[in-house]
């Protein structure tokens, strides 16, 4: 089994008949990424196929073809399966013997990574960027919305400006002439010579 860790580090495994529990922490098969889930999916080995069941994992586990693994899965020599960031590869055909050793570390194989071998999983970053645009977006619309209905609701006030849902009132009349009270000369009467 070739184990390509996120960074590009590789290491090889031969693993005999059994069953493997990979994840995070605590497994048999320890991958130490913030992708893999503590308990993420567990490998059964038999002389003759591997089967990988994926343990209902928070970022999953990919088929070669990119499609997420929902039933148990069997895996086939030299096509990567990925379980998060992490990509694992049979590499010796069903039925030949294993053994349980852990094998020295391989190099990286810088062609397989700069050539994108794999998708990645998405980020979670992108996610909360993606997140925090429509919350904008949305508060954005709530605004436009309620600054809308506001002018809209002083447009049609007067310009005295009546409280919104109050019919304005009529501005006060003149009372009629007959009302006034006469009103005394400001200057002395002209007396005719």
């Known amino acids: 089994m070739r184990i390509q860790h996120a960074g590009g580090r590789v290491e090889e495994r031969e693993l005999g008949p059994g069953s493997y529990r990979i994840g995070r922490e605590h497994a048999d098969i320890v991958l130490p990424h913030a992708s ?8 059964e080995v038999t ?40 990509a694992l590869t049979l590499l010796r055909a069903p039925g030949q013997a294993g053994g349980t ?5 391989a190099p990286a194989r810088p062609a397989l990574a700069a050539a994108g071998a794999m998708r990645q999983p998405p980020r ?3 996610w909360l960027k993606l997140m925090g645009v429509s919350v904008l977006l949305l508060l954005g619309f709530v605004s436009l919305r309620t600054c809308g209905a506001l002018l809209q609701a002083l447009s049609e006030s007067p310009a005295g400006g009546n409280p919104p849902g109050k019919a304005p009132s009529k501005p006060p009349s003149k009372p009629p002439l007959s ?9 002395p009467p002209i007396q005719a010579r």
């Open 101 to 105: 050793r852990a094998m020295p570390e």
């Open 124 to 126: 979670m970053g992108r």
């Open 179 to 187: 009302q006034h009270p006469p009103s005394k000369p400001s200057h």
């Open 36 to 43: 893999v889930s503590a308990h993420h999916a567990q490998l």
């Open 47 to 86: 002389p003759q196929r591997v089967v990988l069941t994926d343990a209902g994992s928070r970022n999953g586990s990919f088929e070669p073809s990119g499609r997420r693994i929902a039933q148990p899965y069997t895996l086939v020599p030299e096509q990567p399966i990925r379980l998060g960031a992490i």
